[in-house]
Nanobody, 126 residues
Framework: QVHLEESGGGLVQPGGSLRLSCAAS????????GGWFRQTPGNEREFVAV????????YYADSVKGRFTISRDSAKTTLYLQMNSLEPEDTGLYFC???????????????????WGQGTQVTVSS
């Protein structure tokens, strides 16, 4: 079992930047694909980005392409989400998640991720 814990959220002005971190402990997170999702009240959990376990390929939601960057540290024990040019629509509770059997065609499906953190709040407001 992999335990995930997010950090780095906060209040930021539109156009600003934040970097979220997801620290993994236990299990073998280095062999997992790591993803980020976000959720606001009344909405379903939304895919943001993922980095694949093999090859390190990255994929992004259309809404964040060109603004967000997902990455892992060299040991693959921490997952990051660099968020630039933040917009109010980016506001939400951000979760990191891990999958050890991710199908490429289903990378946006939250049910494919078995391990989740508790979330870190990101609020973009002037």
């Amino acid at each position: 079992q992999v335990h995930l814990e997010e950090s780095g959220g906060g209040l930021v002005q539109p156009g600003g930047s934040l970097r979220l971190s997801c620290a993994a402990s236990g299990g073998t997170f280095n062999t997992y694909s790591g993803g980020w999702f976000r959720q606001t009240p009344g909405n379903e959990r939304e895919f943001v980005a993922v980095v694949r376990a093999r090859g390190g390929h990255t994929y992004y939601a259309d809404s964040v392409k060109g603004r967000f960057t997902i990455s892992r540290d060299s040991a693959k024990t921490t997952l990051y989400l660099q968020m630039n040019s933040l917009e109010p629509e980016d506001t939400g509770l951000y979760f990191c998640a891990a999958s050890n059997s991710l199908i490429l065609s289903s990378i946006r499906d939250a049910s494919m991720y078995a391990n989740w953190g508790q979330g870190t709040q990101v609020t973009v407001s002037s």
